[in-house]
């Protein structure tokens, strides 16, 4: 089946990772800020099948170590075929080069970035002819709705461009789709375990107003592709009973959850990074990360390179979110999530952002609410965790009027006011046990009830017997 490739291609490849200096060369990534993949569906008369075209340099071609533009152009027909496919079959793309030996890729649709080996370059990987032979043996043998295949790959060029700004118009024209329906009015939503193979705990949950993390399925593209495989790795989701309106929990969700991952997590918030947060992957677009010293989220995209407000980059970040593990504060989402009315809606919505870089800021212009929009600081108005503070006050954030609350609370505290909720903040907090220290640095702990008892040494060393 892959006799045109001098590398093998299995799932077995699925997660290897190529590290720089292992790197023949690099497509697309954060040095390139123009790059694309995309799948249109086409009339049957529109396909020359099984062709692979080459619009620019071929992979010999291009120079060692080097990054490159890239654009992935497939086009497929078939009878049973319709457009609402077309997110579905694209994210295939992602896990068939992963499939070959010796490439990676990660992300989708315009953030793709796509390494080449050294080791396979030197077996022969040496032409896009070769990985678009078996893109195509992929696709035809794991989906036989498609019926004729043709794949194109540019590296530059005019054409690039003009196909670049063609499928900015696709994304966008898929994204709007979805836009303006209710989680409410829907009876199904959507789960896509695609991205199990390297998170197996995670799947995503797709409703009409949270688009899946990796900003590439939405609820049309997810009801299209269970219509066409019910058992397939995009499955429908009965809703069932509403727990939660707020935090957006449903026993439908939880039972899926539970089931698809083996209960490692059996109860989903899906308009929340508390509690029992969606969770997170790999592929997520951004990440909505918590800054404990102001109480409010910053958001970080993959495109951002520098470091975020509390000093983290986007890859340091993503180590602490990804792995489809629910953690608190440490939330994977897209882009056009933030479009949403439900995006983080139990933690105070738009309210509780309080950083975000200045391109996703621009791209959310008319989205982010009139009356927190310039409260909410970029890499341009604040660089570290002091200055952020400084910029929230200056600009009345809405958070700030609750650290008011909380500091006149902790004054009541200190003045022997026993309240419901005493708060107590520490530079450093030791705490000794079994014969290890662990020191939490700046933490604050909420407790209901404190209980100061004298320590009995006697009572210590007995065991307490
Ligand atoms: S991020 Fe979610 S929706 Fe996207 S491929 Fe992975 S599991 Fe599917």
Same mark, same amino acid.
């Given at each position: 089946?892959?006799?045109?490739?001098?590398?093998?291609?299995?799932?077995?490849?699925?997660?290897?990772?190529?590290?720089?200096?292992?790197?023949?060369?690099?497509?697309?990534?954060?040095?390139?800020?123009?790059?694309?993949?995309?799948?249109?569906?086409?009339?049957?008369?529109?396909?020359?099948?099984?062709?692979?075209?080459?619009?620019?340099?071929?992979?010999?071609?291009?120079?060692?170590?080097?990054?490159?533009?890239?654009?992935?152009?497939?086009?497929?027909?078939?009878?049973?075929?319709?457009?609402?496919?077309?997110?579905?079959?694209?994210?295939?793309?992602?896990?068939?080069?992963?499939?070959?030996?010796?490439?990676?890729?990660?992300?989708?649709?315009?953030?793709?970035?796509?390494?080449?080996?050294?080791?396979?370059?030197?077996?022969?990987?040496?032409?896009?002819?070769?990985?678009?032979?078996?893109?195509?043996?992929?696709?035809?043998?794991?989906?036989?709705?498609?019926?004729?295949?043709?794949?194109?790959?540019?590296?530059?060029?005019?054409?690039?461009?003009?196909?670049?700004?063609?499928?900015?118009?696709?994304?966008?024209?898929?994204?709007?789709?979805?836009?303006?329906?209710?989680?409410?009015?829907?009876?199904?939503?959507?789960?896509?375990?695609?991205?199990?193979?390297?998170?197996?705990?995670?799947?995503?949950?797709?409703?009409?107003?949270?688009?899946?993390?990796?900003?590439?399925?939405?609820?049309? =593209? *997810?009801?299209?592709? @269970?219509?066409?495989?019910?058992?397939?790795? !995009?499955?429908?989701?009965?809703? &069932?009973?509403?727990? /939660?309106?707020?935090?957006?929990?449903?026993?439908?969700?939880?039972?899926?959850?539970?089931?698809?991952?083996?209960?490692?997590?059996?109860?989903?918030?899906?308009?929340?990074?508390?509690?029992?947060?969606?969770?997170?992957?790999?592929?997520?677009?951004?990440?909505?990360?918590?800054?404990?010293?102001?109480?409010?989220?910053?958001?970080?995209?993959?495109?951002?390179?520098?470091?975020?407000?509390?000093?983290?980059?986007?890859?340091?970040?993503?180590?602490?979110?990804?792995?489809?593990?629910?953690?608190?504060?440490?939330?994977?989402?897209?882009?056009?999530?933030?479009?949403?009315?439900?995006?983080?809606?139990? =933690? *105070?919505?738009?309210? @509780?952002?309080?950083?975000?870089?200045?391109? !996703?800021?621009?791209?959310?212009? &008319?989205?982010?609410? /009139?009356?927190?929009?310039?409260?909410?600081?970029?890499?341009?108005?604040?660089?570290?965790?002091?200055?952020?503070?400084?910029?929230?006050?200056?600009?009345?954030?809405?958070?700030?009027?609750?650290?008011?609350?909380?500091?006149?609370?902790?004054?009541?505290?200190?003045?022997?006011?026993?309240?419901?909720?005493?708060?107590?903040?520490?530079?450093?907090?030791?705490?000794?046990?079994?014969?290890?220290?662990?020191?939490?640095?700046?933490?604050?702990?909420?407790?209901?009830?404190?209980?100061?008892?004298?320590?009995?040494?006697?009572?210590?060393?007995?065991?307490?017997?």
């Amino acid at each position: 089946m892959f006799e045109d490739i001098p590398v093998e291609v299995g799932l077995v490849y699925e997660g290897e990772r190529i590290r720089k200096e292992d790197m023949r060369v690099e497509l697309g990534g954060p040095k390139v800020s123009e790059k694309f993949e995309i799948i249109l569906v086409k009339g049957q008369d529109e396909i020359e099948d099984g062709k692979i075209f080459i619009k620019g340099q071929d992979l010999s071609e291009l120079e060692e170590g080097k990054s490159y533009p890239i654009g992935i152009l497939v086009e497929v027909s078939g009878e049973k075929l319709e457009n609402d496919l077309e997110g579905v079959l694209e994210r295939r793309i992602h896990e068939y080069f992963n499939y070959i030996q010796g490439v990676m890729h990660l992300n989708q649709r315009y953030d793709i970035w796509i390494r080449v080996g050294k080791k396979s370059f030197s077996k022969g990987l040496t032409s896009f002819m070769q990985i678009g032979s078996a893109l195509i043996s992929l696709y035809r043998n794991e989906l036989p709705i498609i019926e004729k295949i043709q794949i194109t790959f540019f590296t530059g060029g005019e054409e690039f461009k003009s196909y670049y700004h063609k499928a900015m118009e696709r994304y966008e024209n898929r994204d709007s789709r979805a836009r303006g329906l209710l989680d409410e009015e829907v009876d199904t939503f959507y789960g896509c375990a695609l991205c199990q193979s390297f998170a197996p705990s995670h799947i995503c949950v797709i409703t009409p107003q949270r688009y899946a993390n990796c900003g590439a399925i939405s609820w049309f =593209d *997810g009801r299209a592709a @269970a219509r066409m495989d019910p058992d397939g790795p !995009i499955f429908s989701i009965a809703k &069932g009973d509403l727990i /939660d309106c707020e935090h957006g929990e449903y026993a439908g969700v939880n039972e899926h959850a539970s089931r698809r991952s083996m209960g490692e997590v059996d109860r989903v918030w899906l308009y929340s990074a508390f509690g029992y947060p969606h969770t997170s992957c790999g592929c997520f677009e951004a990440i909505a990360f918590f800054i404990p010293e102001v109480e409010g989220f910053g958001i970080v995209h993959r495109r951002f390179a520098g470091p975020t407000v509390n000093g983290l980059a986007f890859s340091t970040l993503a180590d602490s979110t990804a792995g489809g593990r629910q953690i608190e504060g440490f939330h994977g989402i897209s882009i056009e999530y933030m479009r949403s009315v439900k995006f983080l809606q139990a =933690d *105070g919505g738009w309210n @509780a952002i309080v950083w975000m870089p200045a391109e !996703i800021k621009n791209t959310l212009t &008319g989205i982010i609410p /009139d009356s927190v929009v310039s409260a909410i600081a970029t890499e341009n108005d604040a660089q570290d965790v002091a200055s952020l503070k400084t910029f929230l006050i200056d600009n009345n954030h809405p958070l700030v009027s609750g650290w008011r609350e909380e500091e006149s609370e902790e004054r009541e505290i200190e003045t022997g006011y026993s309240g419901n909720a005493p708060v107590f903040s520490m530079g450093e907090l030791p705490v000794m046990a079994g014969g290890i220290k662990i020191i939490l640095k700046n933490a604050k702990i909420y407790a209901e009830k404190i209980i100061i008892q004298p320590v009995d040494n006697k009572n210590l060393k007995s065991g307490g017997k």
